[in-house]
């Protein structure tokens, strides 16, 4: 069975401080990663989408990479803001699984303060 | 969000009592997808379906059943709710082939009290 692992659960930063979030997941072969962003009460909006032929993927000032032989994904904010404020939850679909099933981690809740 | 609308987006039930939520997109996706949110658990996959009428159990399927009778359109009933079903219930729809690019709806809160 596929699980999903994100570490820090939560992290405070300061504004303008680059970081990194990490999503860890046990089965390899899988279709693609994908990040999402939670606002409070809301719900998700996609971030950034790696197939597994991928090793990143670019928007903005996020960047997420891809390692499917060490089964971990990172995802980079550069100059975080207070708008960024929010819960991130990678998720992966696993190869030889149909239709687009998704595995979800459990988040990172980050808060950037001014 | 656009293209994907779930309603009521607020429901407080009674145990024992049938619900059912709506989940309804514009976008023509053949595959839809049910999970709840909840401390602790994160979101779980109930059921989904690959066409209109093709459907299949997820993760957390028992106490759920779901239809899907127009491609628009997928239902998700809980027969008898209990107070355990209390969640935050997302649909999803995505695109019918690899590489599987989401979008959520923005869920609906039910209690059952």
């Known amino acids: 069975k596929q699980e999903v692992t994100q570490i820090p659960a939560a992290l405070s930063v300061p504004e303008g401080e680059n970081l990194v979030l990490n999503c860890s997941f046990t089965d390899s072969a899988i279709y693609n990663l994908q990040w999402f962003r939670q606002d409070p009460g809301k719900g998700l909006t996609s971030l950034l989408l790696?197939?597994?032929?991928?090793r990143e993927q670019t928007s903005g000032r996020l960047n997420a990479s891809l390692d499917k032989s060490s089964g971990r994904s990172t995802l980079y904010i550069a100059a975080s803001q207070p708008g960024d404020s929010a819960t991130y939850l990678c998720?992966?679909?696993?190869?030889?699984?149909?239709?687009?099933?998704?595995?979800f981690g459990q988040g990172t809740i980050l808060t950037v303060h001014p | 969000d656009a293209g994907i609308t779930q309603s009521p987006r607020h429901k407080v039930t009674e145990t024992g009592t049938p619900v059912t939520l709506r989940c309804h997109q514009t976008?023509?996706?053949?595959?839809m997808y049910w999970y709840r949110q909840d401390p602790g658990h994160g979101l779980r996959l109930i059921h989904y379906?690959?066409?209109?009428?093709?459907?299949d159990k997820g993760e957390v399927s028992d106490g759920y059943s779901v239809s899907r009778s127009k491609t628009e359109d997928f239902l998700l009933t809980l027969e008898s709710a209990t107070s355990s079903q209390t969640s935050v219930y997302f649909c999803?729809?995505?695109?019918?082939?690899?590489?599987?690019?989401?979008?959520f709806g923005s869920g609906t809160r039910l209690t059952v009290v």
């Open positions: 790696i197939q597994s032929s991928q």
């Open positions: 998720a992966v679909s696993l190869r030889g699984t149909s239709y687009g099933k998704l595995t």
């Open positions: 379906s690959y066409g209109v009428k093709d459907t």
């Open positions: 976008e023509n996706h053949r595959y």
């Open positions: 999803a729809i995505s695109e019918s082939g690899y590489p599987y690019g989401y979008t």
